[in-house]
């Protein structure tokens, strides 16, 4: 740890600020391009830049959210709620000052989460097998597949495109090739971080692309004096800081939930508890921009647990960053708390640098930010192109990669256009392998499919993460009928 | 048709064709490899349980989207829309055309010819200046100066090795 690291924190905070706060750029995306900048790098190096990019993005997306009510994030969707009807009675920087600073308490007590759960839910990880590594994997996709946007069966669908490109090249047991077509490109399978580059960020140019929609912000420049904390409203705010934070960490455990879930939770939580806010909520209710805004953040938390205990991404950008541990040569999971210790640190460490630089670069670059915000569409969409372009060409010097993301940007704008969604597709890309070579264990040494499902139903912590399994997928069964009883 | 549903009835026929060819691939590894089907190690068994999760997710949704179907088609889509969406969809293939054309001619000519000619004709397309001359001004500059400072920045700080 040296002055370096820190300064490529800094500069991986800047860059998910900015990108997080630029609507359109979602802080997946963000993350996608960073990883394919850091291969080839130091592990360490990599990783600062990479902690602090995600840390920035999570923070930058209420920027766009509170000034323009477009959110940078999904997560910083309900932070718009009321932060927007903020902006309009002239009070944006005490928004922004609010969900600055609730930010960084979010992010540290997220640290702290991460701590103490990540080494106490590591040593139990241990006792996984096959059965139960197979298990969290396919969970983690029907997750996100069922959660996504769009219905149920179409986000199954999108997974099943996910384990399919996984499958492309040679079989990881016996070598025979697969999918390939005889084309020699495809013998090695398509590069996975070249595949979310296309589905996030590339689609992303194609859907913007008719957008007319201007970026037209009234925000003035803000004096730094007026970012500050306010004291005043942080004394509203701290009682639904006290559940809103733990409710965000504990979503954010939840493989496949993510910060924009923890954040919508929280704010309704607090919408129910809080018998006399500030001001009705989605008037500009200080407490309807502190409750989503420290879910949110505190969520990163819980998504990290998840990774590198279980090796289950929490969200989409935890995927993402899943991708980076394995492009440097590191593999999240049970073992990680034990064979990598001090990464584990290493990157506590980076995060609480991370959270501290975002709080202070969002202080003192708001304005920045704002003024890149008036950036043209004519700028804005190329750049992103060509970042996309030379992000999927930087990961292997290889021009087929670059073909192979744009044609996945293609079929990502079809897919979302028609109601699937892209993030079980992309969990699915990664943790493919995962699924197949754990069930694929698992046949052969029981012996028999017969053997192997009862494998499942006789290990005492497979039965656990079973019940867990259809106890969520129960309880999406039920929000989803209440809300038809109620409309 | 209306936009939605063009896209909507492509991605089912790539979806289709995507469980067909995983099945269809199954069959050609055991007629080559005469393995049996069933059998617990072979490398059939796992692709053609998602291709079965596929079949299954395809033919529910189909039925989902054919009993919704008859209140789509009684929508009340306007011709100006449907003239949007396809204006949308030509922009979306022209773009992808264009960037196929772009990947070409950059490992032909390299990254510093190509990229600025590509960035100059996609900002002037894009660029909404109301005189021409602005718009040419803007889409040069713009496409210049992108140019140099990514190459910059991803051959010199980021030591990429470009086309």
Redesign the interface.
Known sequence: MNFIMVLYILVGVMIGLVMGALPGLTVTMTMVLVVSLTYGWPMNTALAFIVGAFVGGVMGGSIASITLNIPGTAAAVATGFDGYPLNKRGEADKALSTALIVSLIGGLFGILFLAAIGRLLGTFALKFGSQEYFLLAVWGISLVAVLSKGNMVKGLISAGLGLLICMVGMDPITGIMRYTFGVNQLTGGFNFVAVMIGLFGMKEVFVQLSNKQAFKTTATRYKIRSLLPDRAILKKCWTSLLWSAPIGSIIGLLPGAGGDIGALVSYGVTKQAVKNPSRPFGEGAYEGVAAPEIANDAAVGGALTTLFTLGIPGDAPTAVILSAFYLHGLTPGPTFMVMNREYFSLILIFLLIGVIAAYFVGLLGSNAMLWMLRLPRWCILPFIAILCIMGAYSLQNNIYDVLFMVVFGLIGYVMESAGFPIAPCVLATILGSMVENNIRQVLILTGGVGQALLSFVTRPISIVILLLFVGSFALRSLSGFSKKKNN | MH??KI??V???V??IA??A??FM?IFR?VRE?HLDFFA??S?T???A??GG??TI??I??LT?EFKGGKADRDADYTDKEDQ?GS??SL??LL??AA??I??FL??EFGFLLI?PLF?FV??FI???AASLLKRLL??VG??LA?TFI?YFV?SEI??????
């Open positions: 936009e939605k896209l909507s492509i991605s089912y790539f979806f995507i469980t060819v995983i691939d590894i490899r617990i190690n490398p068994v796992y692709a349980l998602v999760m596929m997710c395809l529910v949704s989902l949007k204006q949308r922009k979306v773009l992808f960037l196929l772009y990947i950059m490992r990229t960035l996609f900002m894009l660029c909404d803007q889409s713009g496409a992108m990514l991803f980021f030591a990429v090795l470009l086309p």
